[in-house]
């Protein structure tokens, strides 16, 4: 399948791209991952983006829209793909419309992930990532520990908390998200493909994308 996940950080995009990838093949395309990547291994991306990052803000449109350019074209998305993150801006959705036009793409959906602010922030101060850039699970220390602290289930590496996950970034991400990144809900509401799903819970907001697209 083939979907955008709109969403606050912390709203649980990441969560179910992971879940709807084991049901047919797409591909998650995280634009946080790679970029956490990127810094990680200290690129010229990485470089650039590190500061921004850093302090809670979104990363220049040219940066993000060359990665995705790029991503998009490569062979594992041709069988589908999950975008978690990207688009963030009104201008990164209108050039994702004319990338997917110029590839002949139709998108199934574009799903936008409601969840109250208060569960967000608890979510966002409690979570905790891999820090290995290849995994990046997901762990909360309240509902969802790895087994063994500190360490990832899934590959051994440290899990730590990001640096973008301090109260101050975490706040100054929920401001950035209001002013640039829920617009687009009008945007894609216009175009006739939104789906909006109003739950804490993944396991419901995947039982209500599978509806919507019959998967
Ligand atoms: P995320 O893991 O999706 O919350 O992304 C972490 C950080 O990466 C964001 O706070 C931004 O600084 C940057 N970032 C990720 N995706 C984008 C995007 N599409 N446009 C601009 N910045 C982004």
């Known amino acids: 399948m083939r979907l955008i996940l709109l969403g606050a950080p912390g709203a649980g995009k990441g969560t179910v791209a992971k879940m709807l990838t084991e049901l047919d093949g797409s591909v998650q395309i995280s634009t946080g991952d790679i970029l956490r990547g990127a810094v990680k291994a200290g690129s010229d ?19 993000i829209l ?4 790029t991503r998009l074209q490569e062979p594992d998305a041709a ?12 201008p990164q959705a209108e050039a994702l419309t004319e990338m997917l036009n110029k590839l002949s793409i139709k998108l199934d959906a574009v799903v ?10 608890d979510r966002l101060t409690t979570r905790r990532t891999c820090s290995n850039s290849a995994c990046q699970e997901i762990y909360n220390v ?19 908390q990001r640096d973008d996950e301090t ?6 991400r929920l401001d950035t998200y209001n002013e640039k990144t829920a617009p687009l809900a009008g945007y894609y509401e216009k175009t006739g493909q939104l789906l909006t799903v109003s739950s ?3 396991d419901e907001v995947v039982a209500a994308i599978r509806e919507r697209v019959g998967a």
């Open 167 to 172: 109260k101050e970034a975490i706040s100054k």
């Open 45 to 63: 991306l990485g470089k650039k983006a590190k500061g921004y990052m850093d302090a809670g803000d979104l990363v220049p449109d040219e940066l």
């Open 112 to 121: 936008n992930i409601d969840v109250p602010r208060d569960v967000i922030l």
């Open 142 to 160: 309240k509902t969802k520990p790895p087994k063994v602290e500190g360490v990832c289930d899934k590959c051994g590496s440290p899990v730590i």
């Open 79 to 90: 069988k589908g793909f999950l975008l978690d993150g990207f688009p963030r801006t009104i």
């Open 66 to 69: 060359d990665i995705m350019a």
């Open 200 to 202: 804490t819970s993944s």
